[in-house]
C-alpha cells in the first residue's frame, strides 16, 4: 500500500486496504478531515464565518500553519474575521477549493 498525501497538513501517511473510513481517502487523520469539510463547506459557501469558526474550534487545529498553504489561507480568513469584522467575499476560496477538487482526483487516479 503507497504512501498517501493529506490534502490538509501535507504528510505522508499509510492509505488504507479497504475503504473503511472515509477520511482516510484524502486525509491523514479524522480531525483533518473535519477541518477540511469546513474549510471546503466555507469556501463553498455552504456555511458563513460564523459557523465556521465555530465549528474550527472543535477541531484540534495544532501547527495548522503548516498545513497546505491554500487551507492555512482559508482557515485564517475564517479566524481573522473573529477579530476584525470586514465584509468581504470569499473569491479567493472559490480558487483554491477548485484546486483542492482537482487534487482529490489526481490522488484518487494515483492510489488506484
Ligand atoms: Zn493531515
Redesign the pocket.
Known sequence: MGKIK??????L?NGCDKKDAAYKTI???D??FQIHLIVKDYANGNIDKEAALEKLNKCDLTGYES?KTSTVKVINEIKKEEVKKTVKKTKVSKAVLDIEESNIKIETENKE
Do not use: K
Open positions: 493529506c490534502i490538509v497538513c501535507e504528510q501517511y486525509t491523514c487523520s480531525n483533518h498545513f
